[in-house]
């Protein structure tokens, strides 16, 4: 690489920085690479084209750099990002400008930024062409467009690369010149060659042109700015042996005579456009007989055909010509011209015609109209076409097509389609039905696939649809005679009896199909009953009607030509029920229960329900009425819709005329301390209000319903509830009985505790022989108990009921609690620890104040040092003292080790402040 002074001295001065800086990035250097096929990376003797860029950037400046991630911002796909192996002849093209190949590396030093930038000056490579052969030549190709049905697609002959060796590759952004003045060159398009070598008939039989041609590619300095490289290219002309025009002929036209005499397969009517150095095939009908004879007699392969198979249906008759390569770069080509013999259709007609009667019983289902045909048979061979595909069934004239599916398709059925021609005559309207089978010539050789192309030049064609045979057709003719109409069967007719009022026609239950319309009345018309196998007379009279009653009948008619016709009529005569008559009702609800069936007169039907009162439903005539509890009202006697008899209803309605209810016997459990009950409140819910209670021991603590609990002893109590209902009724009475208890009171004595030991509610003693629990109160009168937890309060009195088991509770007792000082005799002292250190070994840690702050919850405490200054504050909702200040001034402070003052104020009217010390030890 050349260097300016102005280069240099970058160089110079970037390599004189690295002295100082721990490490440079973004750097850039340029490599030139002008002649990529000499590189050996290896140095095994045999070029690589490969560099390692870590190599390249050291040769070039001396210096290293930290290894890395390598990147091709051109993804050129060459480059190893691990190893920095660059792999030149994978690169596709030479360097058109000095930054068309970039390489970066990224290493740990820079971080996100690039450290190094390599852009890379390839030399253009042109390739290397193939060795010549004896005729000078790189390569010999065949000649793809030199055939005329070739010239309708213009078709390459070579890729022009494929004369060139391929490792290493020429560049691709070169351009192929052809060096020459031929006319049958044609272009270059990209590298691919297109060129003509014209047909010359007759020897010499090759037909070869060389055409020489350069390739160029540019590169720029200081490499060379253009590489070329030549190379000879000899094209050979494909033969060919020309374009077929099939024919097709049909059998009739041989029996015409038109293919009698020899025809010439070389003729234009039959081989265009080949070369007349080719040869014949021998054929299976022994029509070519030597390598260039080209007559043939169809009518002659036509014999041997029939002689096999009079049944051929088509045949394929085939001749081939070939021309041979010239030179082994080409191919051999081969022509078929066939012809396609079909056997002509022969006609067929109907044979038989058959005649039916409507709605005949024996008429069949369903018949094929293809059995009613007859079709040709010549020298004991049939004719017929019995084929799915390529036929096809029609109706010509009638009612209607009888269920036919016609072909839609062709020769491609549609589906349900069959040759058979299948009708329904089930139902079939008289008339006359004409339908039309046909054949298409396709029947004798489906599927065909046979091509014929007449060729108005080298590229284009059109079908030849000349030399189908004709179709074949023929009628197939149904009569369907008419009947007496004797209408539609019909059934499922309903009567009420009186709707009937006298003899029914039977005619004009009938039901008719609105086509046939009238049904047919007259000597030929018979009524049969279907139950009794009996004739009967039109109109028909009803007989009596039990419940319901259903008629069969038959009516048949017949024709002048015996074609029959029956209708069925299927009718229900339905009774009409009766409910009866209902009533209004009185009733005492310690009457016997009744049947409500029973009450009603004028001879009901048994075939009713009952409704009620809260939606009473019954399932049949019998309902049980208990007036001591059934509901009273009026219940609805209804009897249903018997078909179209509409049903009917009447109801009974029934008062209860109702006893008081006093409600079940009771028993309730008292407490003397309950004071006063009220019985009302013990009475069964169900018992009715506005009675009296009687005192049945005389107790006179009654007062109306108002008992006095207090005034009773212990023991048990009988009241009876009277109350009086309707006054044809007795009066009702339930029992009440009462179980009083009576609690002893507890024994208790007036207690004294110490101050200091914070005594509650749960310290004090109490005994009861059949106490259970204890409630304490703080005078005779509060409902509000006292929690356990309580603190005793000096000289306070202090009262306690015993509770048993059913929550029954005694009469209170009183005592007083007295509370000893904190300075007295009898009395454990609390004293404040004289001396505390917080070296954290749980031995006077804290400065313990015993069970002061229990017994004087609303306490403070201030401590003092030497000079008087407050360093700490404390209550029940601060910790103990540790050494440590939680005033503002020395909040947080350790302080430091020595004597300490305190005073504890109890804030209680009951105790007077008092002060110590304490020595704090560090």
């Known amino acids: 690489m050349r260097f300016n002074r102005t280069t240099f001295f970058f160089l110079v001065l970037c390599i004189s920085t690295l002295t100082f800086v721990q490490a440079q990035c973004n750097l850039v250097e340029t490599i030139v690479i002008c002649d990529m096929t000499q590189i050996d990376n290896d140095n095994d003797g045999s070029p690589d084209g490969i560099i390692n860029l870590y190599d390249e950037y050291t040769n070039l400046t001396g210096n290293t750099i930290q290894a890395g991630t390598w990147f091709d911002p051109g993804f050129n ?93 020429p560049h691709a952004n070169g351009e192929w010149i052809y060096e020459g003045s031929s006319p049958n060159f044609n272009n ?177 289902t369903t018949i094929n109209l293809y059995d009613q045909l007859t079709f040709t048979t010549e020298n004991g061979v049939l004719f017929d076409y019995p084929s799915d595909a390529c036929t096809q069934w029609s109706l010509l004239s009638g009612p209607s097509n009888l269920g036919l599916v016609s072909n839609g398709g062709g020769c491609t059925p549609t589906p349900g389609y069959s040759h058979l021609g299948s009708i329904s005559l089930a139902g079939a309207e008289p008339g006359t039905y004409v339908f039309q089978y046909t054949v298409s010539p396709e029947v004798n050789c489906n599927p065909d696939n046979f091509s014929a192309l007449d060729y108005l030049d080298a590229c284009t064609s059109v079908a030849d649809t000349s030399g189908f045979c004709n179709a074949e057709t023929a009628e197939v003719v149904i009569v369907i005679y008419p009947k007496n109409y004797a209408g539609e069967d019909t059934m499922g007719i309903e009567f009420c009896e009186s709707d009937i009022t006298g003899p029914i026609d039977l005619i004009s239950l009938l039901q008719t199909n609105g086509v ?83 009450v009603l007169t004028d001879n009901p039907s048994t075939t009713g329900t009952w409704s009620g009162p809260n939606d009473f439903v019954s399932t049949d ?51 003397q301390s309950d004071l006063q009950i009220d019985l009302l409140n013990l009475l069964d819910p169900q018992a009715d209000f506005g009675g009296t209670f009687i005192d049945l021991d005389s107790t006179s603590a009654l007062n109306g319903s108002i008992l006095d609990v207090t005034s009773l002893n212990e023991g048990s109590y009988d009241f009876e509830y009277q109350v009086q209902g309707n006054t044809l009724c007795d009066p009702d009475s339930a029992l009440i009985t009462i179980e009083v208890l009576d609690i002893a009171s507890p024994n208790v004595e007036d207690q004294t505790f110490c101050l200091i030991d914070g005594a509650t509610i749960a310290d004090l003693i109490v005994t009861s022989n059949d106490a259970q629990s204890f409630n304490w109160y703080d005078d005779a009168s509060s409902t509000s108990i006292l929690p356990a937890s309580t603190l005793l309060v000096n000289n306070e009195d202090y009262f306690v009921t015993t509770i048993d088991d059913n929550g029954c509770e005694s009469d209170r007792v009183s005592m007083v609690v007295m509370l000893l000082p904190l300075n007295d005799d009898t009395c454990d002292d609390c004293e404040i620890n004289d001396g505390i250190s917080d070296n954290g070994d749980g031995d006077n840690d804290v400065l313990d104040l015993c069970n002061l702050p229990v017994v004087f919850p609303n306490f403070e405490l201030e401590i003092f040092n030497r000079y008087g200054t407050i360093v700490f504050k404390g209550n029940r909702n601060t910790e103990l003292f540790h050494g440590e200040s939680n005033v503002s001034l020395t909040l947080g402070d350790r302080l430091p080790s020595g004597v300490y003052f305190y005073v504890f104020n109890p804030n209680d009217s009951a105790a007077e402040p008092f002060q110590g010390h304490f020595y704090l030890s560090r």
Do not use: H
């Open 188 to 364: 270059i398009n990209g590298s691919e060659l297109f060129v003509t070598v014209p047909y010359a008939p007759g020897p010499p039989l090759v037909d070869e042109e060389t055409f020489e041609l350069v390739y160029r590619v540019e590169g720029i300095a200081p490499c060379d700015l253009i590489q070329e490289t030549r190379v000879k290219i000899s094209v050979v002309r494909q033969v060919f042996s020309g374009l077929a025009q099939n024919q097709r002929i049909c059998e009739t036209s041989i029996l015409n005579g038109d293919f009698d005499n020899d025809i010439d397969l070389t003729d234009d009517q039959f081989l265009i456009f080949e070369d007349i150095e080719g040869t014949w095939e021998m054929d299976m009908f022994g029509q070519v007989t030597s390598l260039g004879d080209s007559e043939v007699n169809i009518n002659s392969i036509y014999q041997q055909i029939i002689a096999n198979n009079v049944r051929f249906g088509c045949v394929d008759v085939d001749f081939m010509y070939s021309v041979e390569q010239r030179s082994g770069v080409c191919e051999d080509t081969n022509t078929t011209i066939s012809f396609k013999l079909y056997e002509s259709l022969r006609p067929f007609s109907q044979s038989n015609f058959p005649e039916f009667c409507e709605n005949d019983p024996s008429i069949p």
């Open 77 to 169: 796909f060459a480059l190893n990002e691990a190893t920095g192996d660059l792999f030149l002849w994978d690169l596709n093209e030479s360097s058109t400008t000095t930054t068309d190949y970039q390489f970066e590396l990224t290493n740990a030093n820079c971080g996100s930024d690039i450290a190094l930038t390599i852009n890379l000056v390839l030399g253009p490579f042109s390739g290397i062409a193939l060795p010549t052969n004896l005729e000078d030549v790189n390569v010999q190709v065949c000649d793809a467009g030199s055939t005329p049905i070739d010239v309708c697609v213009a078709l390459p002959d070579m890729d022009l690369f494929e004369a060139l060796e391929s490792l290493p590759s």
């Open 621 to 671: 005539n019998n309902v049980i009425f208990d007036p001591a509890t059934s509901t009273a009202g009026e219940y609805i006697y209804t009897v249903p819709d018997n078909g179209l008899c509409m049903g009917g209803e009447t109801s009974i309605t029934i008062t209860v005329l109702s006893n008081a209810n006093a409600g079940s016997d009771m028993m309730a459990t008292l407490c």
């Open 516 to 598: 046939d319309d009238p049904i047919y009345q007259g000597p030929l018309g018979v009524w049969t009953d279907l139950d009794t196998g009996s004739i009967i007379t039109n109109p028909f009279i009803l007989p009596t009607i039990t419940g319901q009653q259903t008629f069969n009948f038959i009516y048949n008619t017949t024709t002048a030509n015996n074609c029959l016709d029956s209708a069925t009529l299927t009718f229900t005569v339905f009774e009409e029920y009766s409910p009866g008559v209902g009533s209004t009702l009185d009733v005492c609800n310690d009457e016997n229960a009744f049947n409500l069936f029973d």
